[in-house]
Every structure is written in C-alpha cells, then in structure tokens.
C-alpha cells in the first residue's frame, strides 16, 4: 500500500513539473536552449569517442590478426552494432524519454570501447569482435542525440537545432584523431598497446557524454513536448485527415533518398577505413594518420549548415548529383596520389567527407519530402538501418578488395560508384520527360 502511494505520489511531482512547461511557452523556450545546450555538450565528447574506431579500429584489428584481408572487420562490426543499438536507443527514448535513452547508449558504448582495451591487453580476438559491436552503440547514439535538441525547437529552427548539433560533433571528431599519438604514448606508458589509446579515450568521452544526458538533461524534452501535445487539442476532422495522408507515401522519394545515402556510406566507409592502413605501409607515423582522418572527419560534418541551404535553394537533385561528383574526384585523387604526399590525401579524404556530407543531407530531405509526419519515424527508421547495413558492408569488403587488388583500385571502385548516382537521378526525370 505505502508504495503504491509513493509511486502516485511520484507520478503527481513529474505531472506538476511538466505543467509548468506546458502552461507557459517562456519557460518552454528556456528548456529548450538548455537542452540544446546539454545536446552540444556531449556532442562534442561523443564526436571524440566516435573518431578512435575510424582511425585505428582497422589498423589494431591489423596489428592483432597479423593480415590486411580482414582490416574491414572492425567498421563492420561497430556498424552492424550501430544499427542494433539505433533500434534499441530509439525505442528506449520513445518509452523513457531521450535522457535515458541517449544516456544508455552512450554509456553502452564506453563499456564497448573498455573491452576494446582488454581485448588488445590479452590478445583475445573474441573479445575484440564483440567488444567493437558494443562499441557501435556510441557510434548510433551520436547520431541520434541531435534530434534531442528538436523536441521543443519551433517548427521553422528544427533544422538550424540539428545543424548546431552536428557542428558540435566536428570539435570531437576533429580533436579525436590528432590525440591518437599522444593517447598511443599513453596507452604504452600503461602497459597497453599503442593502437589500443584512442579507445581508452573514447570510453572516458563516450561515458562522460552519457552521464552529462543522465544529469543535466531534466526535466526531459521529450516529455515534455508529449505533455504539451497532449494538452493541445486535436480537431477530429484533422485526425481524419492525417490518417488519410498517411496512406499515400511517396515510395519513389524515399527509394531515391535512401540509394543516395546507401552509396554514398559505401563509399565513404570503405575508402575511410582502408586509408590508416594504406598510409601505415608507406611509413607514415599515427600522428600524420590521425591529422588526415580528422580533416576527413572534419568535412563530413562542418560544412552541414551551409550544405543544408543549398540543398534548400539549389534543389535535392543537384546536391545529391554534387555528391556523386565529389566522391568520384576524391576516388580520383586517392587513386593517383603518391602515397607520400600528405597534401594529396588530406585532399582526397576531405573531398570523401564532403561528398558524403552532401549525400546524407540531401538524401534525407527526399526521404522528409517522401513521407508525412504520421509515417515519416517509421521510414526514418528503416531507412537508418540499411544505411549502417550499407557502411558495413562497405567496410567488411573494403580490405578484401585492397588485399587482392589495391589501395589505388578501392577508390577508384569507390568513385566510379558513387557516380551511379547521376544515372539514378536522372532517370525519373528522362521518364517523366
């Protein structure tokens, strides 16, 4: 009896909470800077916990087995762990709220990032490979923690909100791989393996990321946007209406917006990961590795708030032919680079980062233009799971091809795919035509 009087009692305080929110579009706006604030926050480690598996996953994994046909291993397996824990993470924040939610992924992640730790301080190879799939929940949950900065965004800065988010990724993600060489000499200082370091720092960023959501984010924005649509209310007619929307999804837009985003992962993944071992066999130290991979990072995600204007004023179409362009160049230029020069491939994994940037906002604005908002999370949703289906398999493949072929043939391969995509958006038009 008492604790069923506790558990009312408890319901009541969260209920009265949130109605001051509710009640007051003041207090609504201040919530949502501050969590816009927290969001940036731990973006900001989450990006430097991101960038350990990028950077040295494939060469430790390399390192261990001893061979280059099974460096992809690593990006594979984070990837395939991404997009179990995307599913598990999303539907944890629908249920409990992102704050717990995002704070279990991320703390999911640190644990991952440990056992990396363990798995290169034993030689255990098993523990490794399931070490890098819990890894993958970091790598799933910073994504998703942009959208917590958008539950009480307003209708017209829902964008601006995300794109704040993805900027602050870039300080972690470009700070992540220039610390590989001072956290190797740590790592060794420790008695771990060089190549094990970058993880010892992506479990710190990872966990603090998790507990900065778990303590700072309250009261939790997706409550209380639930609580403010619930107190709304809905006409009937406009109930009906949706529902009768909803069945009419544009199949052909989101068929378009998810190949975008599939090819261009491929691609991106797949010459990504191959890069550190590339540069690893032609002498170069972990902290020229590192430099590169971080401007790699750095040009995935900084240029998204001027990218996500001209998908606006130039049209989806020619940004996600823009992007297929831009792979095939950067295919180009890492294929004929020397492998000794630095300028060719900082340039070469920017112009990567940058077409991949293009790929990703402007096929998600087909998928948003596809769908409405009674289908468009579930579609999301899907559409998320193949693309970390897509990056895995990218990056699985991606030391086969280099061990039978070459570093110079993946990206070329690489290019010349991205490039199906001028023929994809074409075509509908031609047919229309």
């Known amino acids: 009896m008492n604790s069923e009087i506790d558990a009312n009692a408890s319901t009541k305080g969260t209920s009265s909470r949130l109605e001051q929110y509710v009640q007051s579009p003041e207090e609504q706006q201040r919530l949502y800077r501050r969590s816009l604030f927290v969001v940036v926050l731990s973006q900001m480690f989450g990006g430097a916990g991101l960038a350990a598996g990028i950077t040295v996953g494939a060469l430790l994994a390399q390192e261990?087995?001893?061979?280059?046909?099974?460096?992809?291993?690593?990006?594979?397996?984070?990837?395939?762990?991404?997009?179990?824990a995307a599913w598990i993470v999303g539907r944890l924040s629908q249920r409990f709220g992102r704050r717990l939610g995002l704070a279990a992924g991320f703390l999911t992640g640190g644990l991952g990032a440990i056992g990396v730790v363990l798995a290169a301080l034993t030689t255990n190879l098993p523990l490794l490979f399931i070490s890098l799939f819990i890894y993958g929940a970091g790598t799933a949950t910073n994504l998703q923690a942009r959208y917590a900065g958008t539950d009480l965004a307003d209708s017209k800065k829902r964008a601006t909100a995300v794109s704040i988010a993805m900027v602050a990724t870039t300080f972690g993600a470009v700070a992540g791989p220039n610390l590989v060489e001072p956290m190797g000499r740590f790592a060794a200082m420790l008695g771990v393996p060089a190549l094990a370091g970058p993880f010892i720092l992506a479990a710190a960023a990872y966990i603090v990321a998790g507990l900065v959501f778990l303590i700072f984010l309250r009261p939790d924005p997706l409550l209380v946007a639930k609580a403010i649509a619930e107190h709304q209310s809905i006409n009937k007619l406009q109930q009906s209406q949706e529902k009768l929307s909803a069945t009419s999804v544009n199949k052909h837009g989101i068929a378009i917006g998810a190949i975008i985003m599939i090819l261009t992962q491929i691609v991106m993944v797949a010459v990504m990961t191959m890069t550190p071992v590339h540069m690893k066999h032609h002498g170069h130290a972990l902290g020229q590795i590192g430099l590169v991979?971080?401007?790699?990072?750095?040009?995935?995600?900084?240029?998204?708030?001027?990218?996500?204007?001209?998908?606006?004023?130039?049209?989806?179409?020619?940004?996600?032919?823009?992007?297929?362009?831009?792979?095939?160049?950067?295919?180009?230029?890492?294929?004929?680079?020397?492998?000794?020069?630095?300028?060719?491939l900082i340039l070469a994994l920017a112009l990567l980062g940058l077409g991949w940037n293009f790929g990703l906002i402007s096929g998600t604005a087909f998928v948003v233009d596809a769908t409405t908002p009674s289908n468009r999370a579930k579609v999301q949703g899907s559409v998320d799971v193949l693309i970390a289906l897509a990056g895995a398999s990218g990056g699985a493949l991606s030391g086969m091809v280099v061990a039978h072929s070459s570093y110079s043939i993946l990206s070329l391969a690489g290019g010349i795919l991205a490039l199906l995509l001028v023929p994809v958006l074409l075509w509908p038009r031609s047919q229309r035509s």
């Open 64 to 84: 261990m087995l001893g061979a280059d046909s099974f460096t992809g291993v690593p990006t594979a397996l984070f990837t395939f762990g991404s997009a179990a």
């Open 293 to 344: 991979i971080g401007i790699h990072v750095g040009a995935m995600y900084l240029p998204s708030l001027v990218t996500g204007l001209l998908v606006d004023k130039i049209g989806r179409r020619a940004m996600a032919i823009a992007a297929g362009v831009t792979l095939l160049l950067s295919g180009i230029l890492a294929a004929i680079a020397p492998a000794q020069s630095m300028i060719l």
